[in-house]
């Protein structure tokens, strides 16, 4: 089975960056993986996705400018850098894989495997 670890989360004030870590094992083909995010009392969010098919990645318009998604292969990590942080981003960050995306990215039943999410909180 897939496995995936998010890491990396943490207080940050506004304006500053973090950088999220998404550690996956048992991964052996080809994959997509995204990040969401969770805010109290709403529903989880796409944020971002990276393909390993062709390296193409996507963004929410929320963060379009201020977080990039990256791999390393050789670490079978994925990493989101969150540059220009802002209250709003406050959240659970959760890192999320499938082999084949069907639909759309941002959709949570594309993904079948989920790491245990890392609190992200920014202050202003």
């Known amino acids: 089975d897939v496995q995936l670890q998010a890491s990396g989360g943490g207080l940050v004030q506004a304006g500053g960056s973090l950088r999220l870590s998404c550690a996956a094992s048992?991964?052996?083909?080809?994959?997509?993986i995204a990040w969401f995010r969770q805010m109290p009392g709403k529903e989880r969010e796409g944020v971002s996705c990276?393909?390993?098919?062709?390296?193409?990645?996507y963004y929410a318009d929320s963060v379009k400018g201020r977080f990039t998604i990256s791999s390393d292969s050789a670490k079978n990590t994925v990493y989101l850098q969150m540059n220009s942080l802002q209250p709003e981003d406050t959240a659970v960050y959760y890192c999320a894989s499938t082999t084949l995306l069907v639909g759309t990215w941002r959709g949570v039943y594309e993904y079948d495997y989920w790491g245990q999410g890392t609190l992200v909180t920014v202050s202003s």
């Open positions: 990276i393909s390993s098919t062709d390296g193409k990645t």
């Open positions: 048992g991964i052996t083909s080809d994959y997509v």
